[in-house]
T-cell receptor, first 113, second 115 residues
């Protein structure tokens, strides 16, 4: 089984709809991250959480919110989706006691019509 | 703030040829540096990383990278390309300056390997 899972893997939604992307991990890591990937732009950080009570905005947090329900779960919400939020979204985890390496989930491909 | 520049969004090499993917970074303090690979329809996988110590770092699949502080570079190389190396490669730097340790990624380089 994969260590970092994301659901759904693909999602099509309409402008104005609220959607949630979920991430779960079995690695026991304390830190979790949400990125979006757009062609030619690489990965950009949306939000990150260093533990359940420590949530921080990344460089492109506008239009997004997150919830760290437990150490193993980190959800990303789009309160009112817009077409320019169409992207590939990745969740990642890391262990603060073992360096900065991040481990990525398989991604969620989101299309906002 | 940290930044990463990957020179060349697309690189094409012949099978068996040298692979060289360039990465330059800006940082006010010695950073941690990473190379990740993304195969089609998959997430990112760590290739190698530099934290401290030896500046030549060896990774998986025959790749290596050298940290050159004077040039603020961390270029990725492989002596002989295989068809299976075709993928997108991302260089990343850790945000040590703020103490928060988030990663900043370059825009990626897509490697094409010609038979």
């Amino acid at each position: 089984d994969a260590d970092v899972t994301q659901t759904p893997r693909n999602r099509i939604t309409k402008t104005g709809k609220r959607i949630m992307l979920e991430c779960s991990q079995t690695k026991g890591h304390d830190r979790m991250y949400w990125y979006r990937q757009d062609p030619g732009l690489g990965l950009r950080l949306i939000y990150y959480s260093f533990d359940v009570k420590d949530i921080n905005k990344g460089e492109i947090s506008d239009g997004y919110s997150v919830s760290r329900q437990a150490q193993a779960k980190f959800s990303l919400s789009l309160e009112s989706a817009i077409p320019n939020q169409t992207a590939l979204y990745f969740c990642a985890t890391s262990d603060s006691s073992r360096g900065e390496t991040q481990y990525f989930g398989p991604g969620t491909r989101l299309l906002v019509l | 703030a940290q930044s990463v520049t990957q020179l060349g969004s697309h690189v094409s090499v012949s099978e068996g040829a040298l692979v060289l993917l360039r990465c330059n970074y800006s940082s006010s303090v010695p950073p941690y540096l990473f190379w990740y690979v993304q195969y089609p329809n998959q997430g990112l996988q760590l290739l190698l990383k530099y934290t401290t110590g030896a500046t030549l770092v060896k990774g998986i699949n025959g790749f290596e990278a050298e940290f050159k502080k004077s040039e603020t570079s961390f270029h990725l190389t492989k002596p002989s390309a295989h068809m299976s190396d075709a993928a997108e490669y991302f260089c990343a730097v850790s945000d040590l300056g703020t103490g928060r340790r988030a990663l900043t990624f370059g825009s990626g380089t897509r490697l094409q390997v010609q038979p």
